[in-house]
């Protein structure tokens, strides 16, 4: 369920979604994009939804440029879900020029890797799954979820909501026990969430970028279908299935039965 927070994107309650064990609880699990921007009517909003804990997954240099608002009474966990920042899922500035010269250099890196953009997209994704820190913090966060439960709502979020704070959220929701098509359902939920800050953004970089960049823009700042099947098929790859990587992750069936105790109904 969409959260009307007039200065953040992609703000959602996955409360209410169908598991194989109950219904998600609402006003327990929230995400979004980054809250470097509330206002007293985003807080009071928010405050109406119970939060509780924000759980920040971004990296310590997006943190320092875009740092969230502090909110009284609310708990602030910093837990990085990759080390550094990464081209196409992280930005400090959203501003067109910035925009332009990371553009340029994101793509002389491409290049010379031999990469396209969605090569360039698996290859992040997959790393989500091979690279020991971003499983570490994967497994950080639903440990927290699970072991340490507070009354009211967690809100995690990254800076646009869409690829660590999504990931974050598939997990979570098939641990929970969320059908496979809901959880691709809910993961490109945030291509309408996210459309009038993604048009935004384009107005901003058009007059700094070659027209044959804007589609590549556009790519950026969207979710396909193709980045979560990479995700999933490193699982796969790696250890046999999703429940083998949540393992990887350091998640215990046990942890994984709390969390349906803590948040479904």
């Known amino acids: 369920m969409k ?41 009071s909003i928010l405050a109406e939804h119970k939060l509780q804990r924000i759980v920040d997954l971004r990296t310590d240099i997006e943190i ?11 708990e602030h966990v910093k837990l990085p879900i990759i080390k550094t920042v990464t081209f196409g899922i992280s930005f400090e500035s959203l501003d067109g020029p910035t925009l332009a010269v990371r553009l340029q250099a994101g793509i002389e890196r491409m290049k010379a890797k031999g990469e396209d953009y969605p090569a360039h997209m698996n290859e992040v994704y997959s790393r989500y799954v091979n690279n020991e820190f971003c499983r570490s913090g994967y497994g950080k966060f639903l440990k927290l979820l699970a072991n340490n439960p507070v009354d009211g709502a967690t809100l995690w979020h990254c800076t646009m909501g869409k690829d660590r704070c999504g990931t974050s959220a598939i997990l979570l929701e098939y641990c929970l026990g969320v059908s ?15 459309k009038e800050n993604t048009n935004s953004v384009l107005n901003k970089a058009r007059p700094f970028v070659e027209p044959d960049k804007m589609e590549l823009i556009e790519s950026m700042l969207t979710v396909q279908p193709y980045y979560l099947e990479a995700f999933f098929g490193e699982m796969k790859r790696l250890y046999g299935s999703i429940d083998g990587f949540i393992a990887a992750c350091g998640v ?5 039965e709390k969390l349906r105790i803590n948040y479904l109904k």
């Open 3 to 43: 959260i009307e927070l007039p200065n953040v994107t992609n703000a959602r309650d996955i409360g209410g979604m169908p598991t194989k064990y109950g219904v998600i609880q609402p006003n327990r699990l929230l995400r979004s994009g980054v809250l470097n921007r509330l206002s007293n009517e985003d807080i």
């Open 64 to 74: 320092e440029n875009a740092t969230d608002v502090t909110m009284k009474g609310v």
């Open 252 to 256: 215990t069936e046990q942890e994984i």
């Open 180 to 194: 496979m098509d809901d959880i691709f359902s809910d993961y490109m939920e945030s291509n309408k969430q996210t």
